[in-house]
């Protein structure tokens, strides 16, 4: 997870989310991470995967969420699915559910940042439609 402030001073957590024309994962919420170019270090990497406005790759939109609104009721949604025996976990995120496994790190961080509790998010699973 990656914290900065927004324009009003808020601690925010950065979260992207990959543009439509990609042939693969378009659309999908994601922290930010991914590879590691060729030649490319580490910690340039990092800076370029959180600058993504400023990548001519335009692969995704990065978004920052004030932490403070992950405490907002309804945070997270557990719903059973048939083909599992685990509940799927999703957050609301900038007007849309976002499922685990991004939702279950977002979770778990609010967790932690906002809580202070020691909470395991391996218990949860995926929505159909990411098992494809």
Same mark, same amino acid.
């Given at each position: 997870?990656? /914290? /900065?402030?927004?324009?009003? @001073?808020?601690?925010?957590?950065?979260?992207?989310? %990959?543009?439509?024309?990609? %042939?693969?994962?378009?659309?999908?919420?994601?922290? =930010? @991470? @991914?590879r590691i170019d060729e030649g490319e270090e580490p910690s340039h990497a990092a800076l370029r995967e959180l600058d993504l406005r400023q990548n001519p790759r335009e692969v995704a939109e990065a978004y920052r969420v004030p932490i403070a609104g992950l405490d907002a009721p309804g945070i997270p949604k557990l719903?059973?699915? =048939?083909?599992?025996d685990r509940p799927v976990l999703s957050v609301r995120i900038l007007g849309q559910d976002i499922f685990a496994p991004t939702a279950a790190l977002v979770f778990q961080f609010r967790e932690l940042a906002i809580h202070g509790r020691d909470t395991r998010v391996a218990q949860y699973d995926q929505p159909l439609f990411a098992w494809r």
């Open positions: 997870m990656t /914290v /900065v402030a927004n324009a009003a @001073g808020e601690a925010c957590f950065v979260i992207t989310r %990959r543009v439509s024309t990609l %042939r693969n994962h378009s659309g999908q919420w994601a922290l =930010p @991470g @991914g719903f059973d699915i =048939p083909q599992s």
